[in-house]
């Protein structure tokens, strides 16, 4: 392969590859927010139904 | 299921990174810098498909009130977005080697810049909004709005001489100006990356469906 | 409905007559402006005459996000929003009104801000003056109308004076760009590109016929 631009052909992969990375990374980190919301919810409701029964 | 989808269609975009660097030759004038256009290119398409389904999905959710379109509306553009990106800082890379510049005032990279910008400020819009009914009412008409807005500054954008080079798929030049090897290649990141794009749209739509189950259970929750 | 927008209108004009808070902030932001930018960009250098229709625009877009920000949320105090939602005047004729009065304060303060813009930056528009009349008017409506109807979409929002320039600025790209091309091609005494008044007209009908379909649903439910 030619190296003359080798290098930023690099960076353009990377950069590409890395976008799709961060956005999979923020949709994880949204997933597991929503998961620990739900249970902290699903406590609260439990607990108020005990308080009023 | 979604996830294995994921891990396919990653699997599918390291085959096509595989080819595309140790089967695929140097194009003559670039050099190998000529290969982030197998990201640049379709990754354009990508976004802008998910920019084009985010107008079609706020109008049928302003049609029918239904909340499904009002998530996949949210799902598309978010997702449409990191495509956009991409798109823009290949595109920049590749400016840096060929034109010297990283970035030149020119319509196309103008216009694409400012439908990410657009689309943007359509997700902070959602954000702004706390109740769930007005959240899907205004921006499924910002959606529309910005739908009629990029449609407008990309026919505004024939009227200009560009400096971006000009469109080499056969459907747009009829055939001739690009090798069939690279245009195959072209095709399976493009159907690599819309698969990816479909996947993740899934995820999110799914995401917002549940947040909104979230908001209810708050409101019974909270609720005395 | 042009009779009800009418007094909307009215309504709005005779009320910001009496206090002109926004047109006095609106026009004190454009001298302001103007006199900065003349630090940032010499008046004087030769080439002032290629970006000062472009400086202009520019002072004018900061002028509109005042303006259009004030069209919806005057009606926030003691609930007249409500009161309007439940009068018996069509959400388009409304809608309409609000834009129109918006219109008449920019293009007021546009014109008032014009002859310091004139003096300051040594350029003439009397060239080809009618086609820049008509810009001025064409443009000056596509972003009264754009404003008025994020203005009607943020109006709730706690964020509103963020929110709104944010969704404006880039939406109302096309309409400043074409008034930026006219304006420059007066001050240079070049031909005024047709297609650019084709794109404001164009602008216009779109987005008026846009936010008139969607005003029902943006002010009703």
């Not at chain 3, 047109?23 to 002032?48: I, M, Q, R």
Request: hydrophobic letters at 55%; glycine letters at 6%; proline letters at 4%.
């Amino acid at each position: 392969m030619d190296q003359r631009n080798f290098e930023y052909m690099c960076y353009g992969l990377i950069a590409a590859w890395g976008v799709l990375m961060i956005y999979v990374a923020t949709l994880i980190g949204r997933e597991r927010r929503l998961k620990s919301e739900v249970e902290t919810l699903k406590k609260l409701i439990e607990e108020k139904s005990r308080h009023e029964a | 299921m979604l996830y294995a989808l994921l891990i396919a269609s990653a699997l599918y975009l390291s085959r096509n990174i595989y080819i595309l660097m140790l089967q695929l030759p140097d194009e003559l004038a670039q050099g190998p810098i000529y290969r982030i256009f197998y990201f640049h290119l379709p990754g354009y398409l990508t976004g802008a498909a998910c920019f084009l389904l985010t107008g079609v999905f706020s109008a049928l959710y302003l049609r029918t009130r239904n909340w499904k379109w009002d998530s996949l509306a949210a799902a598309v553009t978010e997702v449409g977005l990191p495509f956009a990106i991409m798109n823009l800082i290949t595109g920049m890379i590749w400016g840096r080697i060929i034109w010297g510049i990283w970035w030149t005032w020119d319509p196309r990279l103008s216009t694409a810049l400012l439908s990410a910008a657009i689309y943007a400020g359509y997700l902070m819009l959602r954000r702004a909004i706390p109740d769930a009914t007005e959240r899907a009412k205004n921006s499924a008409v910002l959606g529309i709005f910005a739908f009629a807005s990029v449609i407008l500054t990309y026919k505004s954008n024939e009227w200009f001489r560009t400096q971006h080079p000009a469109p080499v798929l056969s459907i747009r030049t009829g055939g001739g100006t690009i090798d069939p090897a690279m245009e195959m290649m072209l095709g399976h990141n493009l159907l690599a990356l819309a698969m990816l794009a479909t996947v993740l749209v899934a995820i999110r739509w799914n995401q917002e469906e549940r947040r909104r189950e979230i908001e209810s259970l708050r409101r019974e929750a909270l609720a005395y | 409905m042009i009779a009800d927008a009418w007094k909307v209108a009215a309504k709005d004009l005779r009320s910001e007559w009496r206090t002109k808070e926004s047109l006095n902030a609106a026009l004190a932001v454009t001298v302001v402006l103007l006199l900065l930018f003349s630090f940032a960009f010499d008046p004087g250098a030769e080439d002032s005459k290629l970006w000062s229709g472009g400086l202009l625009w520019l002072v004018y877009s900061f002028a509109a996000a005042l303006i259009v920000n004030r069209g919806f949320a005057r009606e926030l105090p003691n609930d007249c929003l409500e009161a309007l939602r439940a009068s018996p005047i069509p959400p388009g004729a409304l809608f309409l009104g609000k834009a129109f009065a918006g219109f008449v304060l920019l293009l007021a303060v546009e014109l008032a801000a014009l002859p310091a813009f004139l003096v300051f930056y040594n350029v003439s528009l009397t060239w080809q003056a009618g086609w820049v009349a008509a810009s001025f008017a064409l443009a000056t409506w596509g972003i009264a109308v754009l404003g008025t109807m994020f203005g009607a979409l943020t109006v709730n929002l706690q964020m509103r004076e963020l929110m709104l320039p944010v969704l404006i600025y880039p939406m109302m790209m096309p309409a400043l760009v074409a008034a930026i091309e006219i304006t420059g091609a007066s001050i240079q005494r070049q031909a005024i590109p047709e297609i650019w008044l084709r794109l404001l007209t164009g602008f216009d009908i779109i987005f008026t016929a846009l936010a008139v379909l969607l005003a029902d649903v943006v002010l009703v439910d």
